[in-house]
C-alpha cells in the first residue's frame, strides 16, 4: 500500500520485503516519499536527514 505512493523511490518484492529504489529522491518526488512514510501500517519506511 504505501510503496504504491511512491512506487519509483519504493518497491515490495514477493515476500513482502521492502526495498528502497531510490535513496535519493529527487525533490519533485519527495512529497509522494514522505505521504508513503506517514501512510506505512507497518511502519516499514523511515526518513533520516
Given at each position: 500500500?504505501?510503496?504504491?505512493?511512491?512506487?519509483?523511490?519504493?518497491?515490495?518484492?514477493?515476500?513482502?520485503?521492502?526495498?528502497?529504489?531510490?535513496?535519493?529522491?529527487?525533490?519533485?518526488?519527495?512529497?509522494?516519499v514522505h505521504?508513503?512514510?506517514?501512510?506505512?501500517?507497518?511502519?516499514?519506511?523511515?526518513?533520516?536527514?
Amino acid at each position: 500500500m504505501c510503496e504504491a505512493m511512491a512506487s519509483d523511490v519504493f518497491e515490495l518484492d514477493d515476500d513482502e520485503v521492502m526495498h528502497v529504489l531510490d535513496e535519493t529522491p529527487e525533490e519533485s518526488q519527495r512529497s509522494h516519499v514522505h505521504a508513503a512514510v506517514q501512510a506505512c501500517p507497518v511502519l516499514a519506511l523511515s526518513l533520516q536527514g
